[in-house]
C-alpha cells in the first residue's frame, strides 16, 4: 500500500490513489469496501479517456479475480462471466465452449464491467451496446451487501446498473445474453465519401456490421464490413494501424500548411490503397490492436442527424484546424432501456473525433461539441465530453429515477468522484 501512480490509456488522465487493491475473491472484496474509509474507485483496463476512475482514495481493480466463464448454458445462449476479466480473454474462453459475444467495438481489451459501465457498442443497427445484453448483474454495495439484479428481483436496479460508470457499486460478474460462436468475413476497401454517405443507410441494412472512417482533407473514406459466413478460415489476424497513422502525422507535419497539396497526395495514397479481406472468428475479425495513443470525444447522434452531423464536422475541421489527422469514425447502433444508455429511446449514429495523445483536445470542444449537441447528441461515457448534471438531465428521461436510487444505495457518496458529482449533480462532502 501507499500512494501509487495511475494513468489512463491515453495519459490524459492521472491520479495518486493511496491504494490500488485487486482482491482475489468476493471476501477479499467485501473486505476492502469494508475496511476502508473514503471514497472508491473501479478501474477496468483503463480505456476511458474520462476521469471515471481517478481517485486520491482507493483504487479496486479484479483483473485477479479467479475465472473467466462462471458458467453457461448453451441451450439459452447466456453465460455468467467475470466482470474484472477481458473482452479478449473472455472471447477466447466462451469459443471453448462453442459460444461467443453478438458484438464487440473496435478493440477488446476492455473489461467487461469497465466496457459496460460506459455503454461500450460497435456498430449494426441489429445490434445493440454490450450493456443491453447483461441479463443478471452481481453488485457489491456500498453497505457491503451483495444483491443481484435480474428481470425478477431488483429490476429497477437492473435497469440503473448495466450502465452506471461504477457509481452504484463494485460489479462482480454479469449474466450476459450471448450466442453460439460464430465467423465473419471482413472486407475494408478505400471509396468516394460521396458514395459512402449516399450508400450508408442502405450498407447498415445490408451488411451485418458496416461502419467508415473519413479524413479531413481527403475526398475517400475507408469501410469495413463484416458478414457472416460459414467458409473457411483465411487472411490471417489484422494489422495495428500504426504505420497508416504515422504517414498521416508525417504527412500533416510536412503538408499541413498546403491543404490543397494535402487533399491531392491523400487522395492518389486513397486510391491506390488495396482492399483487404479475411475470414476468422467473430472477435478476431471484429477487435482491431490500436497502438497509438490518442484522445477522443464521441456523441450518439438521432439517425436523421448523424450523417449531416459528421459532415458539418468535417467541414468546421478543414475551416479551422489543419492540425487534425486522425480519421473520424461512423457508426450505428440499435436502441435499448438502460436508463442511462445513450441508445435509450431508439437507434443511433455515432460520430467520433480523435486527437493524437501529445496534441491539443481543445478543437472538440470548441467546434465539434456544438454541433453534436445542436443535433440532440448524447456523449459516450467513456469518451470527452463537458456535460454536467443540468444538461444530461435533459437528455435522459431516467436521469433523475437514476441518481435518486444511486443516493439511495450510497448515501454516503462513496462511489464518487468529483468528475462523477459533476456529472449527477451532487456535491462532494466529508461523508464518505
Ligand atoms: C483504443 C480505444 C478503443 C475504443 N473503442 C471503443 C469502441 O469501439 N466502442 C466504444 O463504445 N468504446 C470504445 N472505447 C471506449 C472504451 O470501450 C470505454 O471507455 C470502456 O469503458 C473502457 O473499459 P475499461 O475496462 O478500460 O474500463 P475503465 O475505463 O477502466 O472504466 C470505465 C468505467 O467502468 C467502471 N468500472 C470498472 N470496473 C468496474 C466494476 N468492477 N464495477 C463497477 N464499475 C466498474 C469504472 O469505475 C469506470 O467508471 C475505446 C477506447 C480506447 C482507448
Redesign the pocket.
Known sequence: MGDVSWQN??GHVRATPHAHVRPVDRDALSTVVAGSTGRI????????FTP??ATDDTLIS?DRMEGTVLSCDADAATARLQ??ASLNALSRALQDQGLAFKNL???DV??L???T??????TGPGFSCLSAEMMEITLLLASGEFVVANAAQNTDLLHAARIA??SLG??VDATMSVRESYRLHRRSFTQPLRDTLAGAMESWRAHRNFEFFCLPYCDHAFVIMHDETQAEPFGGKQDSDSNALMQLKQLRDLLGWAPPLRRAILNLVARREKPQEMIGSSWEMLANV?NNRFNEMEYHLPVDQGLDALQEVLAVIERQRRDVFFPIECRQTAGDDAWLSPFNGGPRISVAVHAWHEDSVDWFFDHVEPIFRRRGGRP?W??MHSLQAAELRELYPDFERFTALRRELDPGGRFLNAHLAGLWGETLDDRA
Open positions: 490509456w491515453s474507485r473501479m478501474v477496468g483496463s483503463g480505456h476511458s471515471l476512475a479484479l466482470a474484472g467495438g473496435d478493440i476492455q473489461t464491467a469497465g466496457a459501465a460506459t455503454g461500450t457498442h460497435g460508470l461504477g463494485v460489479i490500436r459516450h467513456g469518451k
